[in-house]
């Protein structure tokens, strides 16, 4: 850890607060858990979502909080901890152009082969709260309205058990859904008290919430068509952000849709699987 950051670090905990030694110990237990790096800079953020475990606890020492969570004991407080330290930035139609290409470009012929019987998986991994998922569902109820006959699916994954919660609950305030038009927000969701929504049904069958580490297996079947990998890579280092998307590649066929964040860019060796088809968006070769 620099001496800036060392510096700027705060302080409150009865001894002395969320030293050098403890934050190393916080970032490599996270990295392990769920493959985020935290740089130095991070230092005041984790002190501000981790002493409320501490004191969730009734712990005054960031150390002893460690001991705990690296112990036996601590298998209860091991995902709380990552629940904590995850950001759960999101909104509907997030990246429009994705939601555009998906409907114009992804999904014409993979509508055509569900409706001739055909198998679709689409995945929206990291998939927060659920406005990335049920945008995605949104856009394929736009183009067939009669998905949910056919044997097309989304998948959506998160480490979080909170924000799945709240993904399966499918309720939002009507400040959150100002982004719809019209159209979508009738044709997704329906009131459910004063400026308060729920997920229409007929969305809702489409979508399957899963708790999901990327770092550990994954039970899916069969490939996915479409890859929602969006504003999540960010979190992880190169090695794992790389090992990640080969995994993935792994799981999508010849011609199968990767769409990434506005700020990642599939770099190493999966890069040589993919071809760059549009705004951060790429599909995987063949081979």
Request: aromatic share 10%.
């Amino acid at each position: 850890m620099t001496a800036a950051a060392a510096a700027s670090r705060p302080a409150a905990a009865d001894d002395g607060g969320l030293s050098p030694a403890a934050f190393e110990r916080i970032a490599g237990i996270i990295r392990a858990e769920a493959g985020i790096h935290l740089d130095d800079a991070k230092a005041s953020l984790v002190y501000a979502r981790l002493v409320k475990r501490l004191k969730a606890l009734g712990m005054t020492s960031f150390e002893r909080y460690c001991d705990l969570v690296q112990s036996a004991a601590g298998a209860v407080e091991r995902p709380l901890m990552v629940e904590a330290l995850t950001t759960n930035y999101t909104f509907f139609l997030r990246e429009p152009h994705h939601f555009e290409h998906f409907a114009e470009t992804a999904l014409p012929g993979l509508a055509a082969r569900a409706a001739a019987g055909g198998r679709v998986r689409i995945w929206s991994a990291g998939c927060s709260m659920g406005h990335e998922t049920y945008s995605i569902a949104l856009r394929l109820l736009e183009r067939m309205p009669d998905a949910g006959r056919h044997d097309i699916r989304i998948l959506a994954t998160d480490i979080d058990r909170n924000v799945l919660a709240t993904a399966r609950a499918g309720r939002y305030d009507a400040a959150t859904l100002k982004v719809l038009t019209p159209a979508d927000l009738d044709r997704g969701f329906r009131a459910a008290g004063p400026d308060l929504f729920e997920v229409r049904p007929e969305l809702r069958e489409l979508v399957a919430f899963h708790e999901l580490n990327l770092l550990s297996d994954w039970p899916m079947r069969g490939t996915f068509d479409v890859v929602f990998f969006r504003n999540v890579a960010i979190y992880f280092d190169q090695g794992v952000r790389e090992a990640i998307w080969l995994r993935m590649a792994e799981r999508m066929p010849a011609g199968g849709w990767l769409y990434v964040g506005h700020s990642e860019r599939i770099t190493g060796e999966p890069a040589a699987l993919f071809s760059h088809a549009a705004n951060t968006t790429y599909r995987r070769l063949a081979g």
